[in-house]
């Protein structure tokens, strides 16, 4: 009986204190401010050693404002064109992509990047973040070809001013030209012989 009671009690005193351990065990830590964080992050993906923390900090950077942290994007820009590593430069290269607002300057290295980057995987990561990007509002600043969804018109030449062309009339026909026909003399008439009006011979008038 009185084993079976200090049983009832241990147990009654192991419910009433596991609540209490669990939520010091398992209190969740609290997000950082962005004021706090957004400066961490820009110095791990500048300057840690492990690629895998870079990487992960230049994934991390997309979620904050770009208005509220201008130095986010000039970062991720340099990091998208220096970083000796291609997992980092390409998760930049994304995360350019993905913050707003448009930026001339960011859609200009998409494109340097996706033409030139030694990495196949950064090149395709240009390509998918420029086509994004396009469809946000970025227009190319290249001359050369039009720009995915942008739509393109010619317009006719302008016409020298100092020459106008003259206004269209009606046609004249000129009438062909003839050679000169060489006159023919007309023929001699020859003398008619008289006729008799007796029945008498004719007579030679000679």
């Known amino acids: 009986m009185f084993t079976r009671r200090l049983f009832l009690v241990s147990a009654l005193e192991l419910a009433l204190t596991v609540p209490a351990s669990a939520g010091i065990f398992f209190k969740s830590k609290a997000k950082p401010a962005p004021a706090q964080r957004v400066p961490e992050l820009i110095a791990i993906v500048k300057t840690d050693a492990d690629d895998g923390k870079r ?32 997992e980092v430069r390409a998760e930049a290269v994304q995360s350019l992509g993905k913050l707003r607002p448009v930026s001339q300057e960011v859609g200009m290295v998409l494109e340097q990047l996706m033409a030139n980057d030694t990495s196949n995987k950064v090149r395709w990561q240009a390509r998918t973040s420029l086509w994004q990007y396009q469809l946000s509002g970025y227009r190319s600043a290249k001359t050369d070809g039009p720009t995915v969804g942008t739509p393109t018109s010619k317009e006719p030449p302008l016409a020298d001013s100092h020459t106008p062309p003259a206004p269209p009339g009606p046609a004249v026909i000129q009438p062909p030209r003839l050679s000169p026909v060489p006159a023919v003399p007309a023929p001699k008439a020859r003398p008619t012989p008289a006729r008799p009006t007796d029945g008498g011979p004719i007579l030679n008038p000679s």
């Open 55 to 86: 990487t992960a900090a230049a994934e991390e950077l997309r979620q904050y404002d770009p208005k509220a942290f201008p130095e986010i994007v000039p970062v991720l820009l340099d990091v998208a064109q220096r970083d000796a590593k291609p």
